[in-house]
T-cell receptor
Framework: QLQESGPGLVKPSQTLSLTCTVS??????????WTWIRQHPGKGLEWIGN???????YHNPSLKSRVIISVDTSKNQFSLRLNSVTAADTAVYFC?????????????WGQGTLVIV | QSALTQPASVSGSPGQSITISCTGT?????????VSWYQHHPGKAPKLLIY???KRPSVVSNRFSGSKSGNTASLTISGLQAGDEADYYC??????????FGGGTTLTVL
C-alpha cells in the first residue's frame, strides 16, 4: 500500500513537500522505481519523476530542475519536493510503484492528495 | 513531449463492448510495446488494467483487453457493467526513463 501525505495548501513561490509511506515492501530492498504522478484539475495525468533506490532519479523535462525526489529508508518513505510553485502546480498528487527493473507500468498507487497553490 | 490523445468520453449500454483509443507518436506508442491502461474512480487509487499493450494482471477481469496498431493503442471493455463507469488513462514509456499519459476518457454506462 502507498499513502501520500503533506500540506494541502502551499503559497506561490514556496516549496511543495509531499511524502509517500510504503507498506508491505521495504524500499531498501531495491528493484523498484518509486514514482510521483499528478493530475491537474479536470485534466489528465502527468508523470513527475521516479527514484530508483538507492538514489538514481529521473524527472519530467517540463519541470526542469524544480523537482527533487528522495528516499528515507528508516521510515520506508519517499518524498517529493517541488520548488518555486505557481498556481499551475495545483493538482492531485499520486505516488506509485514500477514493480521491477525492466517493467514500465505502475502496479500500485496511492489515493492521491490535493495540493492547492 | 505531448500527452497521448484519448477521446474525452465514451458511453455504452450494459452488456455492450466499447473501445477507447490512445494515440501517440513514433517516439512513444509506435516504438515501445510498453503501453499500460489504468482505471480511476475519483477519490480512489488508480488501478492497473493492462500492461505491455496486451498483458493483464491476474486480478483484472478478462473483460478488459488491450491492443496496438502503429501509433495507436486501444483498450476494449466487453460485457459492460455499471461498475465500469470510471475514468480510463493510457500511458506509454517514451524512452530515456520518461513516461507519457493520456488526457483520460470518461466512460459512462447508460
Amino acid at each position: 500500500q502507498l499513502q501520500e501525505s503533506g500540506p494541502g495548501l502551499v503559497k506561490p513561490s514556496q516549496t511543495l513537500s509531499l511524502t509517500c509511506t510504503v507498506s508491505g515492501d521495504p524500499i531498501a530492498r531495491g528493484g523498484y522505481y518509486w514514482t510521483w504522478i499528478r493530475q491537474h484539475p479536470g485534466k489528465g495525468l502527468e508523470w513527475i519523476g521516479n527514484i530508483f533506490y538507492p538514489g538514481t532519479t529521473y524527472h519530467n523535462p517540463s519541470l526542469k530542475s524544480r523537482v527533487i525526489i528522495s528516499v528515507d529508508t528508516s521510515k520506508n518513505q519517499f518524498s517529493l519536493r517541488l520548488n518555486s510553485v505557481t498556481a499551475a502546480d495545483t493538482a492531485v498528487y499520486f505516488c506509485a510503484r514500477v514493480p521491477y527493473s525492466g517493467a514500465y507500468h505502475f502496479d500500485y498507487w496511492g489515493q492521491g492528495t490535493l495540493v492547492i497553490v | 513531449q505531448s500527452a497521448l490523445t484519448q477521446p474525452a468520453s465514451v458511453s455504452g449500454s450494459p452488456g455492450q463492448s466499447i473501445t477507447i483509443s490512445c494515440t501517440g507518436t513514433s517516439s512513444d506508442v509506435g516504438t515501445y510495446n510498453l503501453v499500460s491502461w489504468y482505471q480511476h474512480h475519483p477519490g480512489k487509487a488508480p488501478k492497473l488494467l493492462i500492461y505491455e499493450v496486451t498483458k493483464r494482471p491476474s486480478v483484472v477481469s478478462n473483460r478488459f483487453s488491450g491492443s496496438k496498431s502503429g501509433n495507436t493503442a486501444s483498450l476494449t471493455i466487453s460485457g459492460l457493467q455499471a461498475g465500469d463507469e470510471a475514468d480510463y488513462y493510457c500511458c506509454s514509456y517514451a524512452g530515456s526513463t520518461t513516461w507519457l499519459f493520456g488526457g483520460g476518457t470518461t466512460l459512462t454506462v447508460l
